[in-house]
């Protein structure tokens, strides 16, 4: 039965249901709490009651979210300050408290974290020739959202580190 032919202690039983069943996985969002109401059908009435409610009792805090995913996928995922802040406002974080969060990973952790990455993928690109491990490393970092120069440094010192006698980011300016 949809939700709007409920009567509306039926209807905001079911909504709570629904959230509970989202918040039991994982925490959530307000944002993506509305969205799974929504696209549930629920109507905004019940869904933004219902939102206060879980807020007010501590249940959904996208400050707390932001600060947890942002520790989790930077260890986890080894994503950048950048992405982060992305995959946060996707989730609904608003941008301040997204800042804030992604703001925790200060740029030692986050080089160091690149270093890893690149470490972790040069065992694994096996007998490829430079150029081609070069351009797999940056579009790698990329993909996790390091800035170019901090990839361009990091590769370029891991290459040597790993045994190129020189790499063709030797000559390169970057910005």
């Known amino acids: ?13 079911k909504a709570k249901e ?9 925490a959530r969002t ?19 009651t219902l939102l206060g409610k879980l807020d007010r009792a501590g249940l959904v805090n996208d400050a707390e979210f932001a600060e947890l995913w942002v520790k989790s ?11 982060l802040m992305a995959e946060l406002r996707r989730k609904g974080v608003d941008d301040e ?10 740029r030692e952790s986050e080089e160091q974290m690149a270093r890893e990455l690149v470490r972790k ?8 020739d430079e150029q081609t491990a070069l351009r797999r490393l940056l579009g790698f970092l990329a993909r996790k959202g390091y800035p170019q ?3 361009y440094t990091v590769i370029k010192e ?15 300016v970057i910005d």
């Open 1 to 13: 039965m949809p939700p709007a032919e409920l009567p509306p202690e039926e209807r905001y039983k």
């Open 18 to 26: 629904i959230c509970f069943d989202l918040l039991a996985v994982r």
């Open 30 to 48: 307000q944002e993506e709490l509305r969205q799974a109401l929504r696209r549930k059908g629920f109507d905004e009435e019940t869904s933004e």
């Open 73 to 83: 996928r930077h260890t986890t995922q080894g994503l950048s300050r950048t992405a």
């Open 97 to 106: 408290v997204a800042a804030q969060a992604a703001g925790e990973v200060d």
């Open 121 to 128: 993928r040069l065992g694994s690109l096996g007998n490829v």
């Open 149 to 151: 120069g901090l990839a």
């Open 158 to 172: 891991e290459l040597r580190e790993y045994g190129a006698e020189s790499t063709l980011l030797d000559d390169a």
